[in-house]
């Protein structure tokens, strides 16, 4: 275990150091300058001058670079431009969104999809079988900023159960906050729902093909306890791979859905900051997102050895 664990750590360590490389690069070569931006078009040369040296921004790239993964390892993530405040400051005030909304919209995702995909599986070619795989298509099709809209419509302007946007924060009550992520938790689900299913459905009908399964049935189990007992540990792996590819997506795809809700989360924090070239805070968040794609494929790999020792034995 030790020398799988060594393996999965030093893969994370080498992803994330070429991350850091990719991310600081694209942002490198945006077109414009933060110093301008923030002073106007019709500053001064010499004021916008100094207003690049006092924000260092007229260092050499591998300074600026240095300086940014050396503050990264200590917790300094520098000032915003824009706002001048500290970079993490604003990350964590942000955070406290957008992390209860990924994991609202995945619990709702992992509900769905596995009640779905085992209800199919379990009525393979019958009627329940071909109405789940019609919803989910459409799931799959349906853009969640379009399906976002339909429910302000439904919910918030004609049956006015819910907020049209905003948020209240967590301070007015769990329960209030709760409420004010219910929609935007949905429509970020609803898409990603829709494909975990399908490939819950593939994975529970292929395990049921298996010989130990006729064996268990043989034996007087019954079909429920055959499909909890046997078939569900052994269909995970692939469920699990891309519940974790999909938490990660659900992170980075609040951009759109808070923008649209008006959530003062990461994802609008990152689009105000592109919209104001505040390179220091889109950076910080990119690679934040970047680091947390990394970190749940490491818990992925880390939960196949413990629901299939055979992966990790495999891998030594």
Known sequence: MSLF?????????????????????????LPGNAAQILMGPDAAP??????????????????????WVSGMLVGDLGVSYAYSTPVAELVLERLALTVPLALMAMTITTVLALVAGIYAAARHNKLGDVGVMGLSQIGIAIPNFWFAILL????????????????????????????????????????????????TRSAVLEVLREDFVRTARAKGVSRRGTMWGHVLRNAMIPVIT????????????????????????????????ISNRD??????????????????????????????PRVKASDI
Request: net charge neutral.
């Open 152 to 199: 302000i419509l439904l919910f918030s302007v004609h049956l006015k159960w819910f907020s049209a946007g905003g948020f209240p924060g967590w301070d007015e009550g769990i329960l209030q906050g709760i409420k004010a992520l219910l929609l935007p938790a949905i429509s970020l689900a609803v898409v990603q729902s829709a494909i975990l299913a399908r490939i």
């Open 5 to 29: 664990l060594f393996k999965r750590l030093i893969t994370l360590i080498a992803t994330l150091v070429g991350a850091s490389v990719v991310v600081f690069l694209v942002l490198e070569i």
């Open 279 to 308: 390179l220091i805070v889109v950076r910080n968040c990119v690679m934040l997102l970047a680091t947390m794609v990394v970190v749940v494929n490491f818990v992925v790999d880390m939960l196949y050895a413990v629901i299939d």
């Open 242 to 273: 891309v519940m974790g590819l999909q938490f990660a997506e659900l992170l980075a795809g609040t951009i759109v859905v808070e923008n649209v809700f008006y959530l003062p989360g990461l994802g609008r924090l990152i689009f105000q900051s």
């Open 46 to 67: 010499e004021a916008v001058q100094a207003l690049a040296a006092k924000l260092g921004i007229d260092r050499p790239p591998i300074e600026r670079y240095w300086n």
